[in-house]
């Protein structure tokens, strides 16, 4: 009699759907950016930003490092606070956004490293090149619930590229030694994800 009820028991849970192993979120423009820093003169830093940020994360309930994530940036929408400025990085000197105007992340591993930190390795491409880099990443925050009844997640990522392997080479040397721009920019994702509310 118990082997029968230990059999039907299995049956029962064989049955059941088993918990998703990965969940789908999306990108919130309205809670998300993309900045930047750069070194300018060789004095001090120059920091921007980009919005309308749109994308995808396919996150591993069950193991982290099985997630996936697909960002866009629209690279028209950038913004350091003066226009002549952003203007010129705009043109073919620097982004080239009449002919790039969108800029994309798309993962292809996650690790964790020595300090538990995620580490997720992806193809960066600015101005129609792509290079690989990897992102240090802080998250993602527990789900919580908002007022509407949806579910959010966090995540902040940073990372560094030379701007040269992507094209965006556009430089002027200064007196006594040293260019304009740096070559170094530094690029910090602070993104919010959404479920909506069934």
């Known amino acids: 009699m ?18 998703a192993q990965v969940s789908t979120w999306q990108l919130d423009p309205a809670h998300s950016a993309a900045q930047f820093s750069v070194r300018h003169l060789m004095v001090s830093n120059v920091r921007g ?6 994308g995808t994360i396919q996150l591993g309930e069950k193991d982290i490092t099985k997630s996936s994530v697909e960002v866009s940036i629209d690279a028209t929408t950038l913004d350091t ?4 400025r952003d203007a010129h990085v705009k043109s ?6 009449a002919n790039f ?3 994309t992340f798309k993962s292809k591993s996650a690790s964790k490293g020595s300090d538990g930190r995620l580490r997720v390795t992806g193809d960066l491409t600015i101005r129609g090149v792509t290079k690989e880099v990897v992102l240090d990443v802080d998250g993602p925050t527990p789900a919580i619930k908002d007022p509407w009844g949806n579910w ?11 701007r040269k392997d992507f094209g965006v080479a556009w430089n002027a040397l200064i007196e006594g030694g040293g260019a304009v721009v740096g070559d170094e920019v530094s690029i910090t ?3 919010e994800f959404v479920q909506k509310a069934q």
């Open 101 to 103: 105007p969108t800029m």
């Open 189 to 191: 994702l602070d993104v």
């Open 92 to 97: 073919a000197d620097f982004l080239d956004v």
């Open 152 to 162: 959010r997640r966090g995540v902040s990522a940073t990372t560094k590229i030379n």
């Open 81 to 84: 606070r003066e226009p002549k």
């Open 2 to 19: 118990r082997s029968i009820l230990r059999a039907a028991v299995l049956l029962m849970a064989a049955a059941l759907p088993c918990p």
């Open 49 to 54: 930003e980009f919005h309308n940020l749109k």
